[in-house]
Nanobody, 122 residues
Framework: QVQLVESGGGLAQAGGSLRLSCAAS????????MGWYRQAPGQGRDLVAA???????RYADSVKGRFTISRDNAKNTVYLQMNSLKPEDTAVFYC????????????????WGQGNQVTVSS
């Protein structure tokens, strides 16, 4: 079992920044890939960014140039630095972990976090 604990969400103004963290614990040695999804009210859950243990990344087009995913393997933690936030970034953000990058990117990770609200005001 793997536990994913997210933190760092909250309220920001448009143009501002927030950083999300996701700390993994448990049987994490096989979790090569981690990532972030978001789900806006009434919408599906969409990939935001993903990263492998080796540093390979994937980003949604809507966040490229604004969001940066990073990972501290020693701390088993993945981060999402969100800059130039827009009201349309408002969503619940979910951390994800899977043995493969494909599993994360395809929205079928082995594990999900509990979700963390991010609200961007205009």
């Amino acid at each position: 079992q793997v536990q994913l604990v997210e933190s760092g969400g909250g309220l920001a103004q448009a143009g501002g920044s927030l950083r999300l963290s996701c700390a993994a614990s448990g049987s994490i040695s096989s979790m090569n890939a981690m990532g972030w999804y978001r789900q806006a009210p009434g919408q599906g859950r969409d990939l935001v960014a993903a990263i492998t243990r080796g540093g390979t990344t994937r980003y949604a087009d809507s966040v490229k140039g604004r969001f940066t995913i990073s990972r501290d393997n020693a701390k088993n933690t993945v981060y999402l630095q969100m800059n130039s936030l827009k009201p349309e970034d408002t969503a619940v953000f979910y951390c994800a972990a899977d043995p493969t990058l494909l599993g994360v990117v395809r929205g079928l990770p082995a594990y999900w976090g509990q979700g963390n609200q991010v609200t961007v005001s205009s």
